[in-house]
């Protein structure tokens, strides 16, 4: 299972760095799940609302917190049940959302 999974987290970080370079992305050493850090003027509610538009599932790190806060804007990229074909296309989909290059991220 650890091959499995090695794949599928080399499989987000070549798909983010093809889709979405310069996309701080931390978390990796500690499972399943990645962070990535959207820019700062960011909408996070948004950008899980286009990225479902596109049938790509994200989830917010403001539903982790406390107080809900939607800033600042990361979202949780799970790969642990996803293949690594979903990831690469799901990331292709997507990596406009993720650098803040489509206006309908914006506040």
Do not use: W
């Not at 794949?7 to 983010?16: D, E, F, I, Q, V």
């Not at 850090?37 to 599932?57: F, N, Q, Y």
């Not at 803040?100 to 991220?105: D, I, M, V, Y």
């Amino acid at each position: 299972m650890r091959s499995t999974y090695a794949a599928r987290r080399a499989a987000l970080l070549t798909a983010l760095s093809e889709h979405a370079p310069g996309l701080p992305v931390t978390g990796l050493a500690a499972g399943f799940h990645a962070v990535a850090h959207l820019p700062a003027d960011t909408d996070e509610h948004h950008v899980i609302a286009a990225a479902r538009a596109r049938e790509v599932g994200l989830y917010g790190m403001s539903a982790c917190r406390a107080s809900h806060a939607g800033a600042p804007a990361q979202l949780v990229l799970g790969f642990g049940n996803v293949t690594e074909r979903a990831i690469t296309t799901g990331i292709a989909a997507i990596g406009e959302l993720l650098t803040g290059r489509l206006k309908s991220t914006r506040r």
